[in-house]
């Protein structure tokens, strides 16, 4: 047990009494540092609209970011993200300004929120409500996670090759289960299938065995309640909503029952039951970020499940389809033998968008990456892009102007993962002082972090950050139409360029060099607010051009409110920045490209740019 984990153990309360408890919210906060006229009112509320996240000024909203952290599934710092609320800093103002996000899936532990059965931990709470807070002060926006895998680390031993998390110890000791072995497991998400420990347990979880789901969902709500009330309302106003159950399964599916009833029948009662308590917590207005069956979406024929929650109905705005895509070709080492490609996962997020249309709701694909280390990392420069690309957009780079309108809605996303302690943990595998795991992720040998510290404590990424840190419309003023971001990010030496600017716009493609660019297309709704664009590190304002109908600028000016074209930092005082795009009519369609491509292009480059892409709009967009 790690010293941190003794203190915070400290405090237990009944749970019944947390649940009685009314307290108030602490008082407003300060409006967050670089705040401008409108950001109050559109960080007031967070909802879905027309199948879209929207802000309190009714504007489109993109959520890009990271899972902060798999240190949650470890002891070393007793199931929280961080050691402590200033390495939360830390990791939140890198996040912001080295990784270009503006929200995080906030990973939560029930083993350490419930140790004793009936009683909820307190100071762990206070603990993760204050490394939460971190991220909400740099202006990031958040939504909490329980988080498990492979059901609970107790039901392994201290000699297994795999560990779990998620259930606490007595949910384990309730059941009586078979020694866990998973036989020939090369990859550890083998067990969710093939380990009987798991499948058992997981099955009880899911029929409420032992009272163990009643008391989750109890749990839960006490959670919900301790942040509500320990935020205040403009914090609280930041968290955007809850994710009840990572990747869902039913371990052992029962006499005639498949994947699609289990969904319909099981997981999505527990749902509404989970719906319940979020209302009865005080987080009414916050949708649940529901997944389905984990397997619904595989690309491997032979893991796949019916699944997606067809029979669901509409979920509306209470509910948000949230599911999780992992490229297990590329990662078995032996189904992909080459490379990501443009437009390679164009289909499977194309699935997402079209489930989360059909069931009424907003997306979101709240994990997502690739290894960084063993033999398959070699993939991750194109993996990882090819997957950015297709939150971006539905379609490939080869179609992409010729077709605009059939880009899609630009997808929320939260890769896996963001861990500052990656290659410096010091984890007893399943409490074993034999088995001390340092490197990777200290999970199950995998290594997915983006970041990680230097020897001198500074983070310092682990991709390309010309991958990472991405434009994209972080709140649109209106109806995206169309959106395409061409990274230029590196695979080794190599360039990798997917979405080139077509020979028949030849100054566009001038303008654009060999720079990055990113062009928006949308459709005004009379909004005074702006619509922001994140600019990322690479584009600094004074080499940054814009070229919209909204007007043509080599250098960005500061934004003013009769500015049409201006920049300014993002709120939260961690140095990141926004364009800030104003069209105040209605029922317009706007472009704008963005690029830091040529230096100083002359004022007749820049006429003859936004001429050719005045026309390519008016002949591609309706």
């Excluded at 899609?408 to 993962?417: C, E």
Aim: net charge negative; glycine share 10%; charged share 15%.
């Amino acid at each position: 047990m790690s010293k941190l984990r003794a203190r915070l153990l400290g405090v237990l309360v009944s749970l019944t009494g947390l649940l009685g408890a009314t307290g108030a919210q602490p008082a407003a906060a300060d409006p967050l540092p670089d705040s401008l006229w409108f950001d109050a009112s559109a960080s007031a509320a967070f909802t879905v609209q027309n199948g879209r996240f929207t802000d309190g000024l009714g504007r489109e909203v993109v959520l890009r970011g990271y899972n902060v952290s798999g240190e949650t599934k470890l002891e070393e710092n007793g199931g929280l993200p961080f050691a402590s609320v200033a390495d939360a800093k830390k990791s939140a103002a890198a996040l912001r300004t080295l990784g270009g996000g503006n929200s995080v899936r906030f990973l939560l532990s029930w083993a350490h929120a419930e140790p004793v059965r009936g009683q909820v931990d307190t100071a762990y709470l206070a603990a993760a409500t204050a490394q939460m807070r971190a991220f909400l002060d740099a202006g990031i926006r958040v939504f909490p996670d329980f988080h498990q895998d492979l059901y609970s680390r107790y039901l392994f031993n201290s000699g297994s090759w795999y560990t779990g998390d998620g259930a606490p110890k007595w949910a384990v000791d309730a059941g009586d289960y078979p020694a866990e072995s998973c036989g020939i497991c090369l990859f550890w998400g083998q067990n969710i299938t093939q380990n009987g420990a798991v499948t058992q347990a997981s099955h009880d979880f899911w029929h409420n065995a032992y009272g163990v789901q009643d008391a989750f969902l109890a749990t839960a709500q006490a959670t919900m309640a301790y942040i509500q009330q320990n935020l205040s309302a403009d914090e609280f106003n930041g968290v955007v909503g809850f994710d009840p159950y990572n990747e869902p399964h039913a371990g052992t599916y029962d006499s005639g029952e498949t994947s699609r009833t289990w969904e319909q029948n099981i997981l999505w009662p527990f749902y509404k039951k989970f719906r319940a308590r979020m209302d009865a917590a005080g987080w009414q207005t916050k949708p649940a970020f529901v997944e389905p069956n984990l397997f619904w979406n595989a690309n491997i024929d032979l893991q796949k499940q019916e699944g997606g929650l067809l029979d669901a109905g509409t979920l509306g705005p209470r509910y948000v389809f949230n599911t999780h895509f992992y490229d297990q070709k590329a990662i078995s080492g032996v189904l992909m033998w080459g490379k990501a490609a443009d437009g390679q996962y164009a289909t499977d997020f194309g699935k997402v968008r079209d489930r989360a249309t059909a069931a009424g709701t907003a997306a979101v694909v709240s994990e997502f990456g690739h290894p960084l280390a063993g033999s398959v990392s070699d993939k991750a420069p194109t993996v990882v892009k090819a997957m950015y690309q297709a939150l971006d957009s539905r379609l490939p780079g080869s179609t992409w102007w010729s077709d605009p309108t059939g880009s899609g809605p630009v997808l929320s996303g939260s890769q896996w993962q963001w861990d500052i302690y990656n290659g410096r943990h010091h984890e007893l595998e399943n409490g074993n002082p034999d088995k001390v795991l340092t490197s990777g992720d200290a999970w199950n040998d995998e290594d997915l972090s983006a970041v990680s510290l230097n020897d001198s404590g500074t983070a310092v990424l682990r991709q390309d950050a010309r991958l990472l840190d991405r434009l994209y419309p972080s709140a649109t003023a209106g109806a995206t139409v169309a959106f395409t971001y061409e990274d230029r990010s590196r695979d080794g030496s190599t360039t990798l360029t997917w979405n080139p600017v077509p020979s028949s716009l030849p100054n566009v493609s001038q303008l654009v060099g060999s720079g990055q660019y990113g062009l928006l297309v949308w459709r005004s709704n009379g909004s005074t607010a702006p619509t922001e664009v994140h600019l990322p590190a690479s584009f600094p304002a004074a080499s940054t051009t814009v070229v919209s109908d909204l007007g043509t600028t080599s250098g960005l000016p500061a934004y003013t409110r009769t500015t049409p074209v201006g920049y300014a930092a993002e709120p939260g005082g961690t140095g990141s920045r926004r364009l800030l795009l104003t069209a105040a009519d209605s029922g317009t369609v706007h472009y704008a490209l963005v690029t830091n491509g040529a230096t100083a292009p002359s004022a007749s480059l820049l006429s003859a740019a936004r001429a050719e892409l005045s026309s390519w709009a008016a002949t591609k967009v309706d």
